[in-house]
């Protein structure tokens, strides 16, 4: 059963009145009754379902600063790691739902547009520096996206000159392996490994069941000239391949440990000066700019042996949209809007995202973020590398991304044609068994 209906059952069930699915409430997203946001007269609250787990201590002062400020009450809970769809779904069946919440797209959407408020014409909608940046679809605007990020391989590049490199040496696919396979011949001289440790632990998997995932799907639609398909063909699964026996052979620890080696464990790598490269985005600034400084953090492109890889960027874009919960009364949903068009207007908010968030915001009173990775994302723009397009919210639904990440852990600690045939198997049969029941 879809997760929608799931939410529509669990939102009505005690009345027991209905089993539609996601039919909406007594709420009414388009009813001129509500402002549009930008005035500070709301008498509701906020209750904010933040995604980020990075971000929690940010955004929980910045909801204080807010209070302070108007007197309306902010409340700011998030999500495990791995968890958010799941935690939603519990939390919009209560009675005081979430009013803010988050979907990474437009598969996101599909469980959750019943419920979203429409933001156009919305003052917090106005700020947006391009349409772009709008989930849209029949004219009205579900969602509105708060930050840009990339991600790739952060870099020690003190570690790395002193393994005989530096970050220009490394251009494609095959230079990064030669200079991860000469690192791990001399890791015992040296005193550090190529990579930290590519961690399945649910608080780690994710770097690789989606954002390194990221890599053939993107490779694929390119190819293909689209942007999205109910059945993907793993044209470039070999190149996932490479990447991934690269990663796992040459790393602080034994390929069949990661099953149970977590996200802090490859973080620690990095921080102790174990690993050379660490695959995370410029959200992770904050984990590592107070061990390095700036000049010694780089971030490199994910080079998976793709063509014209020398003009190559970093991986850019955003899954994080942010929705109001239609369901709310008009008071709480006035009180949200008001918090949004605060949050990136303000100098208060806008410096909270760019500074202690080190977010990039795509709204037009954004302040510069001081984030290393942000600044190098924008010069390798502006030297004519193209941006890898973050084409993984495509991706049909977490069951997938399990199924892979599974796989790959079988593999990983096993590394057969048979167990990467049953890699294949997840990415390619699984995408359309689950793009099928997206359509049931």
């Not at 930008?38 to 008498?43: H, I, K, L, R, V």
């Not at 990661?258 to 000066?273: E, I, N, P, R, V």
């Not at 990136?344 to 709204?363: L, Q, R």
Request: hydrophobic letters at 35%; aromatic letters at 12%; a negative charge.
């Amino acid at each position: 059963m879809k997760k929608k209906k799931l939410m529509a059952l669990a939102l009505t069930g005690a009345m027991a009145v209905s089993m539609l699915a996601g039919c909406g409430g007594s709420g009414d997203g388009g009813s001129d009754d509500t402002s549009k946001g930008g005035q500070s007269e709301a008498s509701g609250k906020v209750y904010y379902l933040n995604f980020k787990p990075e971000a929690t201590d940010q955004w929980k002062a910045l909801a204080e600063t807010y209070t302070e400020e108007t007197g309306v009450e902010v409340e700011v809970v998030t999500a495990a790691s791995g968890e958010y769809e799941t935690t939603l779904m519990s939390e919009m069946s209560k009675s005081s739902a979430p009013t803010l919440f988050q979907v990474n797209g437009p598969n996101g959407l599909k469980n959750w547009k019943d419920y979203c408020y429409d933001l156009k014409g919305t003052d917090v909608y106005g700020e947006l520096t391009s349409d772009d940046f709008a989930l849209q679809e029949d004219g009205a605007v579900y969602g509105i996206a708060y930050v840009v990020e990339s991600f790739g391989l952060i870099t020690n590049k003190t570690l790395l000159k002193q393994a005989g490199y530096t970050v220009e040496d490394i251009q494609s696919f095959d230079d990064l392996k030669r200079v991860a396979e000469d690192i791990t011949s001399r890791s015992a001289e040296l005193g550090f490994s190529a990579f930290a440790s590519s961690g399945m632990d649910s608080s780690s998997d994710w770097r690789f069941k989606t954002h390194l995932a990221n890599m053939p799907i993107h490779l694929e639609y390119q190819a293909d000239g689209i942007s999205t398909t109910e059945a993907i063909k793993g044209t470039y699964l070999d190149n996932y391949r490479q990447m991934w026996d690269l990663y796992i052979n040459n790393s602080t620890c034994d390929p069949k440990e990661l099953a149970g080696k977590t996200a802090d464990d490859a973080l620690s790598d990095f921080k102790s000066s174990k690993a050379v490269f660490y695959q995370n985005g410029s959200w992770a600034y904050g984990d590592v700019s107070g061990t390095f400084s700036d000049d010694e953090l780089a971030m490199i492109p994910l080079y998976v042996g793709g063509e014209d890889e020398a003009n190559q960027g970093l991986c850019t874009g955003t899954e994080n949209f942010w929705c109001v919960n239609k369901e709310a009364s008009e008071e709480d949903i006035q009180a949200t809007l008001d918090f949004l068009y605060w949050c990136v207007t303000s100098e208060e908010g806008t410096k909270a995202m760019a500074e202690d968030m080190g977010f990039v915001i795509p709204f037009k009173n954004a302040q510069e973020s001081q984030n290393v990775f942000v600044k190098q994302d924008v010069e390798y723009t502006n030297a004519g590398k193209t941006r890898v397009s973050w084409d993984f919210p495509t991706i049909p639904s977490e069951a997938w991304k399990d199924a892979v990440g599974t796989a790959l852990t079988q593999y990983a600690a096993d590394q057969t044609d048979a167990n990467w045939d049953a890699v294949k198997t997840a990415f390619v049969d699984g995408w359309a068994t689950e793009y099928q029941l997206l359509a049931q």
